[in-house]
Nanobody, 134 residues
Framework: HVQLVESGGGSVQAGGSLRLSCAAS????????MGWFRQAPGKEREGVAA???????SYADSVKGRFTISQDNAKNTLYLQMNSLKPEDTAMYYC?????????????????????????????WGQGTQVTVS
């Protein structure tokens, strides 16, 4: 039973920083993709960043150069370091995980899909942590 628990959200002024954490348990796949998503009120959930079991990362254009995704395998914890925060970063942030993605042609591959993370690729989700930037 996979569990993902986010923490570290809060309120911060524009230009400030926050670090989100996601504690994972019950995940036994040796190859995986873990990602961060966010959802603002009235908007679709969007991919922010992803990292695979080899440590390869990808980011949405809107956060490149400001956010850094990382993982501590010994602690089974995923992180999102967010710097230079903007009011438009305000959202509920979710941690997600899965071990593969599938193409429209029906072929499936282990790890992360190239490019920004896609919501439909992830089957395991945390409950979210709120980030508010004013």
């Amino acid at each position: 039973h996979v569990q993902l628990v986010e923490s570290g959200g809060g309120s911060v002024q524009a230009g400030g920083s926050l670090r989100l954490s996601c504690a994972a348990s019950g995940y036994t796949y040796s190859s995986y993709c873990m990602g961060w998503f966010r959802q603002a009120p009235g908007k679709e959930r969007e991919g922010v960043a992803a990292i695979d079991s080899d440590g390869s990362t990808s980011y949405a254009d809107s956060v490149k150069g400001r956010f850094t995704i990382s993982q501590d395998n010994a602690k089974n914890t995923l992180y999102l370091q967010m710097n230079s925060l903007k009011p438009e970063d305000t959202a509920m942030y979710y941690c997600a995980a899965d071990w593969r993605y599938c193409s429209s042609g029906g072929y499936c591959y282990s790890g992360c899909r190239p490019g920004s993370p896609v919501r439909d690729d992830f089957g395991y989700w945390g409950q979210g942590t709120q980030v508010t930037v004013s």
